[in-house]
Nanobody, 118 residues
Framework: QVQLVESGGGLVQPGGSLRLSCAASGVTFSRYVLRWYRQAPGKERELVAHISITGGSTSYADSVKGRFTISRDNDKNMVYLQMNTLKPEDTAVYYC???????????WGQGTQVTVSS
């Protein structure tokens, strides 16, 4: 049984930082492209960050470039999202996604709430 579990969300003031983590079980992370998505109330889910299988390539939504950093540890089956200089518009539920290119198989976590407010 595959499980992705996010953690690290919470309430933070504008300009603050949070580090999200996603732990996987039942899946070999090193075979998956990993992504972080977010969904704000009343909005569609959007792709925030992407990291390749080896970790050698990353990409980001324009809205978070220079502020967010995605990383992975295949030995620990973990993926992270370091979020700095947070803004109120970053408020959303953040989801971890693992996509296996071969077979187009993907898995989702349950999400973790990030609220940026003073």
């Amino acid at each position: 049984q595959v499980q992705l579990v996010e953690s690290g969300g919470g309430l933070v003031q504008p300009g603050g930082s949070l580090r999200l983590s996603c732990a996987a079980s039942g899946v070999t992370f090193s075979r998956y492209v990993l992504r972080w998505y977010r969904q704000a109330p009343g909005k569609e889910r959007e792709l925030v960050a992407h990291i390749s299988i080896t970790g050698g390539s990353t990409s980001y939504a324009d809205s978070v470039k220079g502020r967010f950093t995605i990383s992975r540890d295949n030995d620990k089956n973990m993926v992270y999202l370091q979020m700095n200089t947070l803004k109120p518009e970053d408020t959303a539920v953040y989801y971890c996604n693992a996509l296996r290119p071969i077979g187009n198989i993907d898995y989702w976590g349950q999400g973790t709430q990030v609220t940026v407010s003073s």
